[in-house]
């Protein structure tokens, strides 16, 4: 930790011998679509607890050091010398690693806890302020690194159909019960938001039939997978476009937890070019001159 930051953490109130907990979206993983900012933030910290997957994406440039330079103990020998820890997240062991984190600044070490797309967007970054909020730690200063989400990187695969309102749902039950989300899938349907689903693995035909009700079948919808991670992925980068009466019948194209739904409007159209075809929303139906 420099001088400038445990200056400023001691203005506010947290101990200057304390390190800072960084929550870092890496986006996809990928280091072409990862901000600097979070690799920034990756590279110089004490402590990074990322997943086996992450830690292959983070390794493809350098952000952390090759598997080579890790020993037994799982830590790293940086080229410039700086060591640095690597411990392996799994969803298992969320809470514990919370936990684990806290005591790693407290003992004035910075933390980069890693997860895919941004923190908080269906991410890491409440439990975090969960878990330090059962654990009274108040002490413990946290910065969350935004990252890009699947929503965004799944639109600028297929061209620009969030450029008017849209919302995002998870069709995880995991801590939603079904109904809550059938009734925010009308609600979303209804109010002619593009909606984009996450957690596709769970339930998508369901869900679609569910915006079928409110909606024409004719509406464009663009299942998207891995965005972003090219090869690298689960199952490889791909997109495909349908329609919202078709879109069920694709669950061949629907890979996992890869991949999201990007449900469009009655404004919502397509524009091709001698390259390919494109979905595009409209912001409010404005013409040329209206810009």
């Known amino acids: 930790m ?36 979070a690799k920034q933030v990756i590279e110089s910290a004490d402590v990074v607890i990322a997943s086996s997957l992450y830690q292959e994406f983070l390794r493809a440039d350098g952000t952390l050091p090759p598997e080579s330079a890790v020993d037994d103990d799982g830590v790293a020998t940086r080229e410039d010398g700086a060591r640095q820890e690597i411990v392996r997240s799994t969803m298992g062991r969320q809470i514990e690693l919370a936990r ?60 620009a159909p969030l450029c008017n309102d849209f919302c995002t749902i998870s069709l995880s039950d995991k801590w939603r019960g079904w109904d809550e989300i059938e009734e925010k899938l009308r609600a979303a349907a209804v109010s002619e938001f593009v909606i984009v689903l996450y957690n596709c693995w769970r339930n998508y035909e369901r869900a679609v039939e569910i915006v079928r009700e409110e909606r024409t079948d004719d509406a464009l919808v663009a299942i998207v997978n891995d965005a972003g991670r090219a090869d690298a992925g689960r199952n490889g980068e791909s997109h495909h476009v349908t329609t919202l009466g078709d879109a069920a019948d694709h669950d061949d194209k629907v890979s996992g937890m890869g991949t999201s739904l990007i449900i469009g409007t009655h404004e919502t159209e397509t524009w091709s070019n001698a390259d390919r075809t494109y979905l595009v929303t409209p912001r409010g139906g404005r013409d040329v001159d209206d810009f």
């Open 2 to 37: 420099s001088a400038d930051d445990a200056a400023g953490s001691a203005g506010n109130g947290t101990p200057d011998d304390h390190g800072t907990l960084y929550v870092v979206g890496i986006g996809p993983g990928l280091p072409a679509h990862m901000t600097a900012r």
């Open 100 to 159: 684990a984190a806290f005591d790693y600044v407290r003992e004035g070490r910075d933390v980069a806890h890693v997860s895919g797309g941004d923190p908080s967007v269906y991410g890491k970054s409440d439990l975090i302020f969960k878990m330090a909020d059962e654990d009274d730690a108040t002490d413990v200063p946290i910065e969350v690194v935004p990252g890009m989400t699947a929503a965004l990187g799944g639109a600028a695969n297929v061209g």
